[in-house]
C-alpha cells in the first residue's frame, strides 16, 4: 500500500472517532437537557432502597435533606471517614458524579452501588428532589 494510501485510512478513522465522539457529547447532552422522569427514577430509587429509605437510617443515611447536605453529616449514622472527608455538599451536579462512580469519586466509601446510565441518573436524581419536598420529607425535617 502506498503513504498516500495509508494516511488517507489512518484519516477515515479519525473521521470515525470524531462522529462517534460527536454521537455521544450530543447523547449525554440529551439526556441532560430535559428534566429527569421522576416516575422512572422511583423505579430506578429501589435499587436504594436494600440499602436506604428517605426519612431513616438504615445501612446507608437517609435520603430527605440530601440536596444542600455536606456528605457524610447525617447525625447518628456511623460514615467511614472517606465519607466524611470528601468535602461534598450533595447537588444534581455532586450526585451524578458520585453515583457514576462512587468509589473514585470518594475511595474508601462504604457506598459501592454505582448507576452508570447518565439517563437512569438524572431520571433518579430528579426523583430525589421531589422526594425531599414530600410530605415524608417535610415531616421527618420537622420531627
Ligand atoms: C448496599 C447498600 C447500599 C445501596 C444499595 C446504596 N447505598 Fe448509598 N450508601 C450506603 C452506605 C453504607 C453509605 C454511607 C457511605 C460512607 O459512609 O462511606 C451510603 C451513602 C450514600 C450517599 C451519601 C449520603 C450522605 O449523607 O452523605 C448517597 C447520596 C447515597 N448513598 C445514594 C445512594 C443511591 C442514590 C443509591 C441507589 C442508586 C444508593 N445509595 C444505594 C449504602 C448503600
Known sequence: MTNWLK???RRGWL???AMALGVTVFGTCA???????????????S??????ALAENRTGPRHCGLFGRRA???PGFAYSEAMKRSG??????TL????????????GTAMYVDVRDAKERADLIAY????????????????
Open 7 to 9: 494516511s488517507w485510512r
Open 72 to 74: 457524610g453529616s447525617v
Open 128 to 143: 430525589l428532589e421531589q422526594a425531599g419536598r414530600s410530605e415524608i420529607c417535610k415531616a421527618a425535617q420537622s420531627g
Open 96 to 107: 451524578d458524579g458520585f453515583l457514576a462512580a462512587p468509589s473514585q469519586v470518594v475511595p
Open 47 to 52: 435499587l436504594c432502597l436494600a440499602c436506604h
Open 15 to 17: 473521521a470515525a472517532g
Open 31 to 45: 439526556a441532560a437537557a430535559p428534566p429527569g422522569d421522576t416516575r422512572h427514577g422511583e423505579e430506578v430509587y
Open 88 to 93: 461534598i455538599v450533595w447537588s444534581a451536579a
